[in-house]
């Protein structure tokens, strides 16, 4: 049985294969959560994870409610792969590989989403 929840954050938008005006500044923002520690920050790539940026955390609604969470960007143009990964506050992180079992339950890896700026 799963007794425990991974960090582990999701971005809401932009969407999978969006396209944005590129040089001008859009919302990205998400949701996170863990397993009742609470989130402590979520981080942001815009450069496949070369580097890492803290995004504005919402409200803490309580042990295990989601956290929202927002950014914005401004992308030169091009292709570009954002992620999203979350710390709670002892410290634990999503991975950036995943880590592999049978059933595939506690899945937490760093997700990817990929946009264009036109």
């Known amino acids: 049985p799963i007794k425990r929840l991974n960090v582990r954050s999701f971005m809401t938008r ?25 989130v402590e920050a979520v981080l942001l790539s815009a450069d496949n994870g070369a580097s890492w940026a803290a995004a504005r955390l919402g409200e803490d609604l309580g042990r295990y409610s989601f956290r929202e969470w927002r950014t914005e ?9 954002l992620k999203s990964r979350a710390v709670n506050r002892v410290g634990q ?4 590989a995943p880590l592999w079992n049978h059933a595939g339950y506690m899945r937490n890896v760093v997700e990817t989403v990929r946009i264009e700026a036109v």
């Open 14 to 38: 932009p969407a999978e294969d969006a396209k944005v005006a590129d040089h001008v500044a859009f919302e990205v923002r998400g949701i996170a959560f863990d397993g009742g520690h609470g």
């Open 93 to 96: 992180s999503q991975p950036l």
């Open 73 to 81: 960007l401004s992308l030169r143009p091009g292709v570009h792969h």
